[in-house]
C-alpha cells in the first residue's frame, strides 16, 4: 500500500501498489549477476582447497608412511582434474577480489588501478618466492 | 510515412482492472528524442492515461527512473537512437512496488534516508543552530566526500540492487553511500549515531558486492566502493571497542 494526499479533499488514501516476484533464476538475467554468483560458488572451492592443504599437513605430521598413501591419493587422475577446476575458480576468485579491492582501497590520492596492480605485484612477488623455494629445496 | 519505433510500455491502474500488463505503442522516431520525449509524445498523442514521473529534463532531479530494456536508467538521458530500430521495452524501476504504470512507491526509501541521518550533526547541539560560525575546509577534505555529493536520488542503484530485491530490510546503495558522505565530512561529529544504522544487520554487511549499483549510477556516485569503505570504517571501530572496551 502506498498513501497519496488527495489535492482535492485533502485527506491521505491508500493505493494499492503492484509487488512484483523476483523468479528464483535472476541470476540468469543479466551476465553480472551470473559473475556474482560465480564468484560466491567459487568461494566453496577455495575453501575445499584449504581443506585439502590441511588433510595434507595432516598427513606430513602422521609419519612418512601416511604421507605416501595420501600422496597416492592426491596423484590419482580425478583428483588432478578437481585441482585444475579448483585451480580455475581459485583464479576467478582471485581477480574478482583484486578488482573489488581497487574499488575499496582506491581513494584519492590512491586510485582502484594503482591498487589493483599492486595487489597483481604482491602476488606474483610471493608466487615467484615460493616457487623459488620449492625448486631450491 | 516517416521512420517508427516500438515502445512497449507496462501498464497499470489498481483502480481499473489492477491488471499489470504491456502495452505496445508505435511513435514516430526522431533520432534527438529522448526516451521521456517518446513517453511525452504517447501521452499527448495517443494515450493521456500514461503515468510516468518526471521533471527536470536534463538529469538533475532524479525522478524519471525506470527499467529500459531491462537496465534502471534515467529516461531523460537515454535516447531513441541508442535502440534504433530495435523496440524499446519501459518498465518501472525494478524492486519497487507500482502504484501506476511508470511509477513506483519509493516511501521505503525515503524512511532509510532519514534513518542514515544524511546531514550534519555536531556534539554541540547549539553549532548546529549557530550560522555564524564558519567552518573551513580544505580541498583535500572535500576530496574525501565531494563523489557521494552528487547523489541524485534517482534510487536506479537499488533497481540494480538484486540484494535489495531480494531482501527488502537492505538499507540499500544510496542511503549507505549518503551517510558515508556525512561520515567522511570533516565537519560532520555523528559517525557514531550514524553507526547504528549503517553497521546495523540490515547495514552494509548485508552489502554482498555484486556491484550492479555503481555500473548504473548516473552520477558515478560509485555507491559500491562507498559500502565496502564503510565497512572498514566499521570493522576497525569493532576491533578497537574489543580491545579498549568501550561502547
Ligand atoms: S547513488 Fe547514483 S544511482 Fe543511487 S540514487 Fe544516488 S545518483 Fe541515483
Ligand atoms: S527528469 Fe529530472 S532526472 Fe530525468
Redesign the pocket.
Known amino acids: 500500500m502506498a498513501h497519496s494526499m488527495n489535492s482535492i479533499s485533502g485527506k491521505t488514501e491508500a493505493t494499492k501498489t503492484y509487488r512484483r516476484d523476483i523468479p528464483n533464476t535472476w541470476w540468469l538475467k543479466k551476465g553480472s549477476y551470473f559473475l556474482f554468483i560465480l564468484r560466491e560458488i567459487s568461494s566453496v572451492f577455495v575453501a575445499l582447497y584449504a581443506i585439502f592443504l590441511l588433510i595434507q599437513l595432516c598427513a606430513l605430521s602422521g609419519g612418512q608412511e601416511r604421507y605416501e598413501s595420501t600422496a597416492a591419493v592426491f596423484k590419482s587422475g580425478w583428483m588432478i582434474i578437481l585441482h585444475v577446476v579448483i585451480w580455475v575458480f581459485v583464479m576467478y576468485n582471485m581477480v574478482t577480489w583484486f578488482r573489488i579491492s581497487g574499488r575499496i582501497f582506491g581513494a584519492k590520492p590512491l586510485s582502484p588501478v594503482l591498487v589493483t596492480i599492486s595487489n597483481y605485484i604482491i602476488w606474483l612477488i610471493v608466487s615467484i618466492g615460493i616457487i623459488f623455494l620449492l625448486l631450491k629445496g | 510515412m516517416g521512420e517508427e519505433i516500438t515502445l512497449n510500455i507496462t501498464r497499470y491502474n489498481p483502480d481499473k482492472d489492477g491488471k499489470y500488463t504491456t502495452q505496445r505503442y508505435s511513435i514516430p522516431y526522431k533520432n534527438d528524442w529522448s526516451i521521456?520525449d517518446a513517453l511525452n509524445y504517447v501521452k499527448a498523442e495517443l494515450d493521456g492515461s500514461l503515468t510516468y514521473r518526471?521533471?527536470?529534463?536534463?538529469?538533475?532531479?532524479?525522478?524519471?527512473g525506470m527499467m529500459v530494456n531491462g537496465t534502471p536508467r534515467?529516461?531523460?538521458?537515454t535516447y531513441l537512437n541508442e535502440f534504433y530500430p530495435k523496440e524499446i521495452t519501459i518498465e518501472p524501476l525494478a524492486n519497487f512496488p507500482v502504484i501506476r504504470d511508470l511509477v513506483v512507491d519509493i516511501n521505503d526509501f525515503m524512511a532509510k534516508l532519514k534513518s542514515a541521518k544524511p546531514w550534519i550533526i555536531r556534539k554541540n547541539k547549539r553549532d548546529e543552530d549557530d550560522t555564524s560560525k564558519e567552518y573551513l575546509q580544505t580541498t583535500g577534505q572535500m576530496d574525501k566526500y565531494y563523489q557521494q555529493t552528487l547523489c541524485?536520488n534517482?534510487t536506479l542503484c537499488y533497481a540494480a540492487c538484486p540484494v535489495y530485491g531480494l531482501h527488502p530490510d537492505f538499507l540499500g546503495p544510496a542511503v549507505i553511500a549518503l551517510g558515508h558522505r556525512y561520515n567522511k565530512d570533516s565537519r560532520d561529529e555523528g559517525k557514531a549515531d550514524r553507526r547504528e544504522v549503517l553497521a546495523s544487520e540490515h547495514g552494509v554487511w548485508k552489502c554482498t558486492v555484486v556491484g550492479d549499483c555503481t555500473e548504473v549510477c548516473p552520477k558515478h556516485v560509485d555507491p559500491s566502493a562507498a559500502i565496502q569503505r564503510t565497512k572498514v570504517d566499521s570493522a576497525i571501530n569493532w576491533f578497537f571497542s574489543f580491545l579498549t572496551g568501550r561502547k
Open positions: 521521456l518526471w521533471s527536470c529534463r536534463m538529469a538533475v532531479c532524479g525522478s524519471c534515467l529516461t531523460c538521458s541524485i534517482c
